[in-house]
């Protein structure tokens, strides 16, 4: 059996998405920067994209939304658009999480080498952030506050709304990398005071390589690639239509059926946790109630997490050991370690994300199989030898 579990490293392209992506290779080549018929036909593809993804997350106007290559190109123009604007106001402090998504983390750093002052907010160990915290992290010098709306690796949806209250009250510029929220959890951005906001098309059933940035209006975006005019002057290339048409109606689709879906992949994500309590000193990663859908990261004590994931591959099992973006890293999560779990535990983490294609015949497999897994690497680790004849002493209680 084949079981696909690692969607929040990317999805399959959606037959509506395949679809619409097709129609526009084979009917719109135009460049709908150009003045001509077929230019200004394929104008309009892209102005109908932009109504769609303003649509599904209640942006006021279409202009508010920006096409970028992903992700991480949105978050990117997100934050140093703010810092360096609001820096010759006198503005040079930037809040975030430790457990952010390095999109973020990267750009920060790359910030503070510039001379903005960076405040890193620890969760608390469920992945949550307090409120409070981000309350009392807030200056006058405070240009931006940027919190992932659900973590791409453990799952836990941090209070956007709340956040997102505060800094419009203290005055200060809210963005959320809402790359594994969107089409999953309902997002308003007029309601939770969000003022700018990335998705990637690739994580909602779209294609790869295209992503969106929400950018609320009298919002000044510099540039972080140079050349022509499009994006009205604030992204240069080419604009990628097909991409930008099928990633708007994957996304309209995945939000149009949202609560359906994700019903079922929660009842999935919920049989998975159930069925992986009883193998001893192994815990659930992140909040059991404020996560995502589809998100199951599962520490097991005693087992490298690279191992584990090699032998449910030759089962047929694909998951991930963390973020698709570090699996070639043999350091321990960041996000993990960051909201507290011990190193050892972080070490063994597997990282199971489920979509709307799982089914329970294919739940109950990893679970037999991940309790065979275990198992056998346990039974042959002196590491684990050692936990279990007390010369070394737990770090997961035997029973979560």
């Known amino acids: 059996m084949r079981v696909y579990a ?4 990317t999805t399959y392209l959606s037959k509506t998405a395949r679809d619409k992506l097709i129609e526009c290779l084979d009917n719109y080549n135009g460049n709908p920067n150009s003045l001509h018929t077929d230019g200004q036909r394929t104008q309009e593809i892209l102005d109908e994209a932009r109504e769609i993804v303003a649509g599904c997350i209640n942006a006021k106007n279409p202009n508010e939304i920006y096409f970028t290559s992903g992700g991480s190109e949105a978050d990117n123009q997100a934050l140093l658009s703010a810092a360096r604007v609001l820096a010759a106001k006198g503005k040079k402090h930037l809040v975030t999480l430790n457990i952010e998504h390095h999109a973020i983390l990267h750009t920060m750093a790359k910030l ?9 907010l620890k969760p608390q160990l469920n992945g949550i952030v307090d409120v409070e915290d981000v309350r009392n992290a807030i200056r006058e010098d405070t240009a931006l506050v940027s919190v992932m709306f659900a973590n791409n690796e453990m799952g836990a949806i941090q209070p956007i709304p709340e956040i997102g209250a505060i800094c419009k009250e203290k005055g200060v510029l809210f963005h959320t990398d809402a790359v594994q929220a969107a089409a999953h959890l309902p997002i308003d951005v007029q309601a939770m005071n969000i003022d700018m906001l990335s998705m990637s098309g690739h994580k909602f059933h779209g294609p790869k390589g295209v992503g969106i940035l929400y950018a609320r209006n009298g919002i000044r975006l510099v540039n972080v690639i140079e050349g022509g005019a499009q994006e009205r002057g604030k992204r240069a290339g080419t604009v990628n239509v097909p991409g930008i048409a099928a990633m708007a109606v994957a996304l309209k689709e995945g939000c149009d059926n949202m ?24 815990q659930l990663n992140g909040d059991p109630v404020r996560r995502l859908p589809g998100n199951v990261n599962w520490s097991f004590e005693g087992v490298e997490g690279e191992s584990l994931l090699l032998h ?14 570090t699996s070639e890293s043999l350091d321990p999560s960041h996000v993990l370690t960051g909201m507290g779990v011990p190193v050892e535990a972080a070490h063994g ?17 990893v679970i037999e199989k991940v309790h065979s897994v275990v198992n056998y690497y346990r039974n042959m680790s002196p590491y684990w030898e050692d936990l279990e004849n007390g010369t070394r002493e737990h770090c997961i209680p035997e029973h979560m």
């Open 6 to 9: 690692d969607n929040a490293a």
């Open 112 to 120: 503070e080498k510039e001379g903005f002052e960076v405040t890193y």
């Open 259 to 282: 609560e359906v879906n994700m019903s079922k992949v929660r009842a999935l994500r919920d049989r998975l946790i159930e069925g992986l309590k009883d193998i001893p000193y192994s």
């Open 312 to 325: 449910l591959d030759m089962y047929g099992i694909e998951c991930s050991s963390g973020s698709a973006c």
């Open 349 to 365: 983490s597997l990282r199971f994300s489920l979509d709307i294609e799982n089914t329970e015949e294919q739940i109950d497999y």
